[in-house]
């Protein structure tokens, strides 16, 4: 999985900078904050409970860079996970006819820092475990991007990819085994953001 995911980083590299060669279209700047609607959605439903903010610079009609801020909290009866995410993303529009609108595609790189407890001192085999786990990650990015009366801003997106584990550090364990070993996971994106262009 190391290996896979240093090609991936390797192509996305080589694609991105073949696409903005390529592109010689007036430079029109522009900036978009927006939000994930979809995450307050889901919390009404379940334990799980998140909030984002992304900045998205257009630097160009067909490029644009964003930076996401995520924090996320699930609460169950003996597990909790608190996140902390970074996601800074390149997105290249398909379309030349309306700046920063359509299809697009791109790449992004997630930092993320978790903290975990899994406690079940309650039951008749307590055990408890806290750690944290510092990743870093990357991948593709795809969606569609359009406006609402030329200011409201409608982003659809996902992203496929894969994440490393950088650094896990074990806060407190009893009797329980742990594996504290550095991995790479499957990472994916999914967000419904509204948002506001200036």
Avoid: C, W
Avoid at 10 to 39: E, N
Avoid at 172 to 198: H, R, W
């Amino acid at each position: 999985m190391k290996t896979t995911l240093k090609i991936l980083i390797l192509i996305s590299t080589i694609l991105t900078s073949s696409i903005v060669a390529q592109d010689t279209t007036k430079t029109q700047t522009s900036l978009i904050i927006k939000t994930d609607i979809f995450m307050p959605i889901y919390s009404l439903a379940t334990n799980y409970k998140a909030g984002s903010l992304t900045v998205e610079f257009g630097v160009k009609r067909r490029h644009s860079l964003q930076i996401t801020g995520l924090v996320s909290n699930l609460i169950g009866t003996t597990q909790q996970y608190k996140s902390t995410q970074i996601i800074p993303a390149y997105k290249y529009f398909l379309s030349n006819k309306k700046p920063y609108t359509g299809f697009y595609t791109g790449l992004y790189i997630k930092g993320d820092q978790l903290t975990s407890i899994s406690d079940y001192r309650q039951f008749s085999e307590p055990s408890y475990l806290e750690y944290k786990t510092t990743s870093m990650g990357g991948g593709l990015l795809f969606g569609y991007q359009n406006y609402i009366k030329k200011r409201i801003v409608v982003d659809i997106l996902l992203g496929i990819g894969a994440r490393q584990i950088l650094n896990r550090e074990i806060v407190k364990i009893e009797n329980i085994t742990f594996d504290v070993n550095k991995k790479t996971y499957l990472d994916a994106l999914f967000a419904l953001n509204i948002g506001y262009k200036f």
